[in-house]
């Protein structure tokens, strides 16, 4: 069952988040603004999965090459994306649920979206790339508009404090980390490994 998981990990998680999505639209009357633009997360979310791991030379494979120093099987790439679904899951359906109550929630989750835009942006740079595309760019900056348009929606409306706004990265930030921890502990590496290869990536070596 484990090694199912990994090796569809990708595929499993578009089928659950679709599913999700189906049934929110069908069964779910008069959803509030926040839950619309997390059902609009999620979906562009499994766009930008498949973007940036099923086009030829994914992102994984780029930063295999320029980030990780090493070879990567096909089980260990496909198990990568088990921590990648749970913290998106974690990051869109929190929200839906408890946004409304605790703004803090969407401000995470529209950091998540604004750092996806950014970060692809800036991989184009740091991996050296003859083009200025990386896998996943398109729906990244989808989800960088996206997440200024919530943050503004909340700004505009009152609809969260300045602890919200505050705290509201950090708690994307410690998601972040402990699906990037997992998804290091699946490859085999540690962040003492990925520092020093990015080292000496940025440093033309």
Request: aromatic share 14%; glycine share 6%.
């Amino acid at each position: 069952m484990w090694k199912f998981m990994k090796n569809y990990a990708l595929e499993i998680y578009t089928v659950i988040a679709m599913l999700l999505i189906t049934l929110v639209a069908m069964f779910m009357d008069n959803l509030t603004v926040i839950q619309q633009f997390v059902v609009w997360t999620s979906f562009l979310c499994v766009l930008h999965e498949w973007e940036e791991n099923r086009y030829p030379g994914g992102f994984l494979e780029l930063f295999q090459k320029n980030m990780l120093g090493c070879e990567l099987d096909e089980e260990a790439k496909s198990g990568s994306r088990l921590a990648t679904a749970g913290f998106i899951y974690v990051i869109t359906i929190v929200p839906f649920f408890f946004g409304d109550r605790i703004p803090m929630f969407p401000v995470a989750m529209a950091s998540f979206c604004i750092f996806e835009g950014i970060i692809h942006v800036v991989g184009i740079k740091i991996m050296q790339l003859r083009k200025p595309y990386s896998p996943g760019l398109v729906t990244a900056e989808m989800e960088l508009i996206t997440g200024v348009c919530l943050i503004v929606y909340l700004a505009v409306n009152h609809l969260g404090a300045w602890y919200d706004y505050t705290f509201g990265p950090f708690v994307f930030i410690a998601c972040f980390i402990c699906m990037q921890r997992a998804l290091l502990a699946i490859i085999g590496l540690t962040y003492k490994d990925v520092l020093a290869n990015a080292r000496r990536r940025l440093a033309g070596k």
